[in-house]
Nanobody, 122 residues
Framework: QVQLVESGGGLVQAGGSLRLSCAASGRTFTYYTMGWFRQAPGKERVFVAR????????SYADSVKGRFTISRNNAENTVYLQMNSLKPEDTAVYYC???????????????WGQGTQVTVSS
């Protein structure tokens, strides 16, 4: 089992920045690809970013590429999502998740946090 707890969400104006954190506990953190997903009101949960076990590979959804950066600190069992140039359409609940696979499909992620709300005002 892996327990994931997100933090860092909040209300920010368009153009602003936020940094989300996800603290992991339980099984060895470095066994997992870590991902960030988001779910806007009335919409499905979608992939945002992922980072490989070592941190050497990263990928992003087209909608956030160039604005968001995913990183991880394996010594501290934490994954981050730095979000810059935020837009109102980035408003959503953001979830971190852990997968034994290198995937952007939520169905292949085994463990999920409870989510943190990000609201971007125009």
């Amino acid at each position: 089992q892996v327990q994931l707890v997100e933090s860092g969400g909040g209300l920010v104006q368009a153009g602003g920045s936020l940094r989300l954190s996800c603290a992991a506990s339980g099984r060895t953190f470095t066994y997992y690809t870590m991902g960030w997903f988001r779910q806007a009101p009335g919409k499905e949960r979608v992939f945002v970013a992922r980072i490989s076990m070592s941190g050497g590979s990263r990928s992003y959804a087209d909608s956030v590429k160039g604005r968001f950066t995913i990183s991880r600190n394996n010594a501290e069992n934490t994954v981050y999502l730095q979000m810059n140039s935020l837009k109102p359409e980035d408003t959503a609940v953001y979830y971190c998740a852990a997968s034994a696979s290198w995937s952007s499909s939520g169905s292949l992620y085994d463990y999920w946090g409870q989510g943190t709300q990000v609201t971007v005002s125009s």
